[in-house]
Protein backbone atom coordinates (compact mmCIF):
# COMPACT_ATOMS: atom_id res chain seq x y z
CA UNK A 1 0.00 0.00 0.00
CA UNK A 2 1.36 3.52 -0.69
CA UNK A 3 1.78 5.34 1.91
CA UNK A 4 -0.04 8.64 2.31
CA UNK A 5 1.21 11.62 3.67
CA UNK A 6 -0.81 12.66 6.82
CA UNK A 7 -2.37 16.18 6.47
CA UNK A 8 -1.27 18.95 8.81
CA UNK A 9 -2.95 18.93 12.24
CA UNK A 10 -3.67 21.55 14.95
CA UNK A 11 -1.29 20.77 18.18
CA UNK A 12 -3.73 18.50 20.66
CA UNK A 13 -3.74 21.23 23.41
CA UNK A 14 -4.95 24.01 20.60
CA UNK A 15 -8.33 21.46 19.83
CA UNK A 16 -9.81 23.29 22.62
CA UNK A 17 -10.19 26.73 23.01
CA UNK A 18 -10.93 27.08 26.51
CA UNK A 19 -8.56 23.74 27.30
CA UNK A 20 -10.85 23.32 29.81
CA UNK A 21 -12.30 19.62 31.00
CA UNK A 22 -10.27 17.07 28.22
CA UNK A 23 -8.80 15.50 31.03
CA UNK A 24 -12.29 14.93 32.65
CA UNK A 25 -13.43 14.41 29.76
CA UNK A 26 -11.35 11.89 28.17
CA UNK A 27 -12.21 10.12 32.13
CA UNK A 28 -15.34 9.81 31.55
CA UNK A 29 -15.36 8.52 27.42
CA UNK A 30 -13.05 5.59 28.88
CA UNK A 31 -15.33 4.69 31.94
CA UNK A 32 -18.28 4.30 28.37
CA UNK A 33 -20.19 7.66 29.87
CA UNK A 34 -22.77 8.38 26.34
CA UNK A 35 -22.51 11.82 27.63
CA UNK A 36 -18.69 12.07 26.89
CA UNK A 37 -19.19 10.55 23.12
CA UNK A 38 -21.79 13.08 22.70
CA UNK A 39 -19.24 16.44 24.16
CA UNK A 40 -16.14 14.21 21.85
CA UNK A 41 -18.40 14.75 18.93
CA UNK A 42 -19.56 18.21 19.67
CA UNK A 43 -15.76 19.49 20.30
CA UNK A 44 -14.14 17.79 18.05
CA UNK A 45 -15.88 16.06 14.89
CA UNK A 46 -15.47 19.73 12.75
CA UNK A 47 -11.49 18.84 13.63
CA UNK A 48 -11.70 15.24 11.89
CA UNK A 49 -13.87 16.23 9.26
CA UNK A 50 -11.41 18.86 8.17
CA UNK A 51 -8.48 16.46 8.50
CA UNK A 52 -10.35 14.03 6.32
CA UNK A 53 -11.82 16.74 3.99
CA UNK A 54 -8.17 17.90 3.49
CA UNK A 55 -6.78 14.60 2.58
CA UNK A 56 -9.79 12.73 0.65
CA UNK A 57 -10.94 16.00 -1.23
CA UNK A 58 -14.79 15.29 -1.10
CA UNK A 59 -17.69 16.13 1.40
CA UNK A 60 -19.02 12.91 0.88
CA UNK A 61 -15.85 11.09 1.51
CA UNK A 62 -15.05 13.34 5.01
CA UNK A 63 -18.01 12.87 6.38
CA UNK A 64 -18.14 9.02 6.13
CA UNK A 65 -14.64 8.74 7.63
CA UNK A 66 -15.90 11.24 10.65
CA UNK A 67 -18.81 8.91 11.24
CA UNK A 68 -16.07 6.18 11.25
CA UNK A 69 -13.77 7.92 13.73
CA UNK A 70 -16.76 8.47 16.06
CA UNK A 71 -17.88 5.31 15.81
CA UNK A 72 -14.63 2.97 16.24
CA UNK A 73 -13.48 5.46 18.59
CA UNK A 74 -16.19 4.74 21.11
CA UNK A 75 -16.34 1.33 20.28
CA UNK A 76 -12.34 1.37 21.23
CA UNK A 77 -12.98 3.37 24.09
CA UNK A 78 -11.21 0.49 26.24
CA UNK A 79 -8.44 0.87 24.38
CA UNK A 80 -8.17 4.31 25.49
CA UNK A 81 -6.14 5.58 28.36
CA UNK A 82 -6.54 9.49 29.52
CA UNK A 83 -3.30 9.10 31.85
CA UNK A 84 -1.31 8.37 28.71
CA UNK A 85 -3.40 10.51 25.71
CA UNK A 86 -5.47 13.22 25.29
CA UNK A 87 -8.57 12.46 24.05
CA UNK A 88 -8.54 14.99 20.88
CA UNK A 89 -4.90 13.44 20.34
CA UNK A 90 -6.72 9.97 20.13
CA UNK A 91 -9.47 10.97 17.89
CA UNK A 92 -6.54 12.89 15.12
CA UNK A 93 -4.70 8.73 15.41
CA UNK A 94 -8.04 6.76 15.00
CA UNK A 95 -8.67 9.66 12.13
CA UNK A 96 -5.18 9.06 10.27
CA UNK A 97 -6.04 6.08 10.02
CA UNK A 98 -9.63 5.61 8.93
CA UNK A 99 -8.47 8.26 6.27
CA UNK A 100 -5.39 5.78 4.99
CA UNK A 101 -8.34 2.86 4.99
CA UNK A 102 -10.08 5.44 2.65
CA UNK A 103 -7.72 5.88 0.37
CA UNK A 104 -6.78 2.64 0.02
CA UNK A 105 -10.47 1.32 -0.56
CA UNK A 106 -10.26 4.14 -3.70
CA UNK A 107 -7.30 2.56 -4.52
CA UNK A 108 -8.49 -0.74 -4.78
CA UNK A 109 -12.03 0.29 -6.39
CA UNK A 110 -10.39 2.28 -9.26
CA UNK A 111 -7.65 -1.22 -9.87
CA UNK A 112 -11.54 -3.06 -9.97
CA UNK A 113 -12.73 -0.66 -12.10
CA UNK A 114 -9.87 -0.43 -14.32
CA UNK A 115 -9.67 -4.54 -14.11
CA UNK A 116 -12.98 -4.27 -15.71
CA UNK A 117 -13.32 -2.25 -18.25
CA UNK A 118 -12.28 -4.02 -21.79
CA UNK A 119 -8.81 -2.68 -23.15
CA UNK A 120 -8.90 -1.72 -26.81
CA UNK A 121 -6.40 -3.82 -27.63
CA UNK A 122 -7.85 -6.75 -25.88
CA UNK A 123 -11.43 -5.65 -28.03
CA UNK A 124 -8.95 -5.51 -31.24
CA UNK A 125 -7.46 -8.92 -30.75
CA UNK A 126 -10.77 -9.96 -30.21
CA UNK A 127 -12.34 -8.34 -33.17
CA UNK A 128 -9.47 -9.65 -35.14
CA UNK A 129 -9.59 -13.58 -33.66
CA UNK A 130 -13.66 -13.70 -35.01
CA UNK A 131 -12.45 -12.34 -38.53
CA UNK A 132 -9.80 -14.66 -38.79
CA UNK A 133 -12.13 -17.25 -37.78
CA UNK A 134 -15.06 -16.42 -40.71
CA UNK A 135 -11.85 -16.17 -43.33
CA UNK A 136 -11.17 -19.92 -41.94
CA UNK A 137 -14.58 -21.21 -41.91
CA UNK A 138 -15.23 -19.73 -45.85
CA UNK A 139 -12.15 -21.01 -47.31
CA UNK A 140 -12.04 -24.59 -45.34
CA UNK A 141 -15.11 -24.68 -47.15
CA UNK A 142 -13.75 -24.61 -50.62
CA UNK A 143 -11.47 -27.28 -49.57
CA UNK A 144 -12.53 -30.89 -50.38
CA UNK A 145 -12.77 -33.51 -47.96
CA UNK A 146 -10.83 -35.36 -46.43
CA UNK A 147 -8.61 -32.27 -45.97
CA UNK A 148 -11.55 -29.96 -44.50
CA UNK A 149 -12.83 -32.49 -41.84
CA UNK A 150 -8.96 -32.55 -40.95
CA UNK A 151 -8.44 -29.39 -40.69
CA UNK A 152 -11.71 -28.56 -38.77
CA UNK A 153 -10.62 -31.27 -36.12
CA UNK A 154 -7.28 -29.93 -36.18
CA UNK A 155 -8.70 -26.33 -35.59
CA UNK A 156 -11.83 -26.27 -33.87
CA UNK A 157 -11.53 -29.52 -31.66
CA UNK A 158 -7.70 -29.26 -31.13
CA UNK A 159 -7.21 -32.86 -31.86
CA UNK A 160 -3.65 -33.94 -32.60
CA UNK A 161 -2.92 -35.72 -35.44
CA UNK A 162 -2.57 -39.17 -34.39
CA UNK A 163 -6.00 -38.29 -32.53
CA UNK A 164 -7.20 -37.64 -35.99
CA UNK A 165 -6.30 -40.63 -37.68
CA UNK A 166 -7.93 -42.90 -34.93
CA UNK A 167 -11.01 -40.53 -35.44
CA UNK A 168 -10.64 -41.02 -39.51
CA UNK A 169 -9.14 -44.37 -39.81
CA UNK A 170 -6.34 -42.91 -42.00
CA UNK A 171 -2.60 -43.40 -41.16
CA UNK A 172 -0.78 -40.77 -39.36
CA UNK A 173 0.93 -39.81 -42.55
CA UNK A 174 -1.54 -39.65 -44.28
CA UNK A 175 -3.37 -37.34 -42.22
CA UNK A 176 0.04 -34.83 -41.38
CA UNK A 177 0.30 -34.51 -45.60
CA UNK A 178 -2.58 -33.26 -45.93
CA UNK A 179 -2.72 -30.70 -43.21
CA UNK A 180 0.79 -29.54 -44.87
CA UNK A 181 -0.94 -29.22 -48.29
CA UNK A 182 -4.31 -27.83 -46.89
CA UNK A 183 -2.31 -25.07 -45.14
CA UNK A 184 -0.14 -24.12 -48.15
CA UNK A 185 -3.31 -24.09 -50.03
CA UNK A 186 -4.99 -21.89 -47.30
CA UNK A 187 -1.97 -19.33 -47.41
CA UNK A 188 -1.70 -19.23 -51.09
CA UNK A 189 -5.48 -18.37 -51.87
CA UNK A 190 -5.04 -15.52 -48.81
CA UNK A 191 -1.63 -14.37 -50.60
CA UNK A 192 -3.44 -13.94 -53.86
CA UNK A 193 -6.58 -12.04 -52.48
CA UNK A 194 -4.68 -9.72 -50.20
CA UNK A 195 -6.10 -11.49 -47.17
CA UNK A 196 -2.57 -12.05 -45.40
CA UNK A 197 -2.20 -8.80 -43.27
Do not use: C
Not at 147 to 167: C, G, K, N, V, W
Amino acid sequence: MRAVPDPPVPHPHRLDPDGEGVEELGAAFAAGDEAAIREAYRRWSALVHTIALRSLGTTADAEEVTQQVFVDAWRGRHRFDPTRSRLPAWLIGITRHAVADAHERRARDRRLVAAAEPREEHVAAADDRVVDRVVVADELARLGDPQRTILRLAFYEDLTHDQIATRLDLPLGTVKSHVRRSLARLRNRWEVDGAVR
